[in-house]
């Protein structure tokens, strides 16, 4: 069978190789694989029973070793002698009892009744000036009169008074709302002078209109008196362009009073203000 299995192989490299140069490497070796292949079995093993032996071999050459020593009499083997242990002797020391502390008896005998009986009890003698009180003092001090004077509730109407509420600080980035406001951002001198600066300073020159136009601005009124976020909502882009610019032209800082919210304390606000012009061109 493996004779048949060797000609199969062969044919079929003979095949593979047919018009090529045999003379490479790779025909050779395809040849010779199964010869190869039971070459490196064998080294393989003889490693592997070689690497095993090893050990036994040389524990095989070493001797034991015999622990020895020297004394006056020549040398002793002491591989198998067991040593007795030396227990030290143990001196017990008795234990001296104690001697009680000095305690002080107590005489609990009863006396026998007698008429002569004589009586062992010192009686201090009582000062004539002494007087009844908490104070025990033989040499008959005066106990000073009680001045304590108990304190009474007061009979009038009980206030409760509320505890201090802690206000929170006014968030300076807020734009508060008009529904939230104690009283509303307003120009200095009221909102009628605003409008006639706004009609004097108001150039329509570049504004191109037979109609009425019509427009709102629209401004952020600041903690400090001044505008920001100037806006115009018209549909005219020159005539909003000149409303912010007047708006701007006499919002200066302090013209403006800032808006109040319900605790008092200054706030953003917004502030609309329509306008609305004819131009006869």
Same mark, same amino acid.
């Given at each position: 069978?493996?004779?048949?299995?060797?000609?199969?192989?062969?044919?079929?490299?003979?095949?593979?190789?047919?018009?090529?140069?045999?003379?490479?490497?790779?025909?050779?070796?395809?040849?010779?694989?199964?010869?190869?292949?039971?070459?490196?079995?064998?080294?393989?093993?003889?490693?592997?029973?070689?690497?095993?032996?090893?050990?036994?071999?040389?524990?095989?050459?070493?001797?034991?070793?015999?622990?020895?020593?020297?004394?006056?009499?020549?040398?002793?083997?002491?591989?198998?002698?067991?040593?007795?242990?030396?227990?030290?002797?143990?001196?017990?020391?008795?234990?001296?009892?104690?001697?009680?502390?000095?305690?002080?008896?107590?005489?609990?005998?009863?006396?026998? +009744?007698?008429?002569?009986?004589?009586?062992? #009890?010192? &009686?201090? *003698?009582? =000062?004539?000036?002494?007087?009844?009180?908490? $104070? !025990?003092?033989?040499?008959?001090?005066?106990?000073?009169?009680?001045?304590?004077? +108990?304190?009474?509730?007061?009979?009038?109407? #009980?206030? &409760?008074? *509320?505890? =201090?509420?802690?206000?929170?600080?006014?968030? $300076? !980035?807020?734009?508060?709302?008009?529904?939230?406001?104690?009283?509303?951002?307003?120009?200095?001198?009221?909102?009628?002078?605003?409008?006639?600066?706004?009609?004097?300073?108001?150039?329509?020159?570049?504004?191109?209109?037979?109609?009425?136009?019509?427009?709102?601005?629209?401004?952020?009124?600041?903690?400090?008196?001044?505008?920001?976020?100037?806006?115009?909502?018209?549909?005219?882009?020159?005539?909003?362009?000149?409303?912010?610019?007047?708006?701007?032209?006499?919002?200066?800082?302090?013209?403006?009073?800032?808006?109040?919210?319900?605790?008092?304390?200054?706030?953003?606000?917004?502030?609309?203000?329509?306008?609305?012009?004819?131009?006869?061109?």
């Amino acid at each position: 069978m493996k004779h048949q299995n060797q000609n199969q192989e062969f044919r079929f490299n003979e095949v593979l190789f047919e018009h090529r140069n045999k003379e490479y490497g790779a025909y050779v070796l395809r040849n010779e694989s199964d010869r190869i292949l039971t070459k490196a079995l064998f080294i393989g093993a003889s490693l592997m029973a070689a690497v095993s032996i090893t050990p036994a071999v040389i524990s095989a050459f070493k001797a034991p070793v015999i622990q020895q020593t020297t004394c006056g009499i020549g040398p002793i083997n002491i591989q198998d002698v067991d040593t007795p242990e030396v227990i030290p002797p143990v001196t017990i020391t008795p234990v001296k009892p104690a001697t009680a502390p000095d305690t002080k008896t107590f005489d609990s005998t009863v006396p026998t +009744p007698s008429r002569n009986a004589q009586d062992n #009890v010192k &009686n201090d *003698p009582i =000062p004539d000036d002494a007087v009844a009180g908490f $104070k !025990n003092d033989f040499k008959g001090d005066v106990v000073p009169q009680n001045t304590y004077v +108990p304190t009474t509730a007061p009979t009038g109407p #009980v206030i &409760n008074t *509320p505890p =201090p509420t802690i206000q929170e600080p006014v968030d $300076k !980035n807020k734009i508060v709302e008009a529904g939230e406001l104690g009283v509303e951002a307003n120009f200095k001198g009221g909102i009628d002078s605003f409008r006639n600066k706004v009609m004097n300073n108001f150039d329509g020159s570049g504004v191109e209109s037979e109609d009425i136009v019509k427009t709102t601005v629209t401004f952020i009124v600041e903690m400090d008196g001044t505008i920001s976020g100037v806006k115009a909502n018209g549909t005219n882009a020159d005539f909003n362009n000149e409303a912010i610019r007047t708006v701007k032209s006499i919002s200066n800082k302090g013209t403006w009073i800032p808006a109040k919210n319900k605790k008092g304390e200054f706030v953003r606000s917004y502030f609309k203000f329509p306008i609305s012009m004819k131009f006869d061109n």
